[in-house]
């Protein structure tokens, strides 16, 4: 079976009562690639021993796999993944690459601008400078989608028309935070179809349209 929920942000209570052989998508933040050091390590053995498959997408708050030298690229689903030898069950999908999941052609798009960051390099916490994508990622996603068909989209931010503001922090000047992420995906949103599209990234449960937030539900992916 294949499963569908938001950031986990290293705690993976929620997934204790998933069956084994079990395939869960994590909409960004899992959280596994974040200390980058034996606290990482120690998580990943723990998470490859649940006879679970997690496909993550690339939140804000985790290095990308690409930058980290024990991953490699490999081929799974169709499309071109990241996979650490020592942890098979642990595969992070690509930006921009379109994957077959469970029968449905998939789009992923990670990565979001953390609202945080200015705290975050003022004490000193992990911060990590590739959280979105660069412009050149993003031309290409457009260059090689536009006018596509995909049944699903699977991002960790969404696309700045159905941004959940009732629950943006009342603490954050708006004005501030780096909205490039959200109006590249409104322009995915016009330019490319799609049927479903699955979101993590505002820590909220909600559907518009077409569009679905999840954070703490886990639910099938069919």
């Not at 016009?190 to 539900?217: A, L, P, Q, R, S």
Request: hydrophobic share 35%; charged share 30%.
């Amino acid at each position: 079976m294949f499963y569908i929920t938001g950031d986990t942000h290293r705690d993976f209570t929620r997934v204790h009562n998933l069956p084994k052989g079990s395939t869960l998508i994590i909409l960004g933040d899992a959280g596994i690639n974040y200390f980058l050091n034996e606290e990482d390590k120690e998580l990943k053995e723990y998470l490859n021993s649940l006879g679970i498959t997690f496909l993550c997408v690339q939140g804000n708050h985790e290095e990308r796999p690409e930058n980290i030298p024990t991953y490699k690229e490999n081929k799974m689903y169709g499309g071109k993944v990241f996979i650490e030898d020592d942890y098979p069950n642990l595969i992070f999908l690509k930006n921009g690459e379109i994957y077959t999941i469970n029968n449905k052609k998939v789009l992923v798009i990670g990565g979001a601008y953390s609202i945080d960051k200015n705290i975050r390099l003022l004490y000193g916490w992990h911060w990590f400078k590739d959280e979105q994508l660069s412009k050149s990622e993003m031309n290409t996603i457009l260059e090689k989608y536009q006018g596509t068909h995909v049944d699903v989209i699977l991002s960790h931010t969404s696309p700045k028309k159905f941004e959940p503001v009732e629950v943006f922090l009342s603490g954050i000047d708006q004005k501030t935070v780096d909205k490039t992420m959200e109006e590249f995906l409104d322009t995915v949103e016009e330019t490319i179809k799609y049927d479903k599209w699955y979101c993590g990234h505002y820590h909220t449960e909600k559907i518009v349209d077409k569009i679905e937030f999840i954070f703490e539900n886990i639910k099938e992916f069919r």
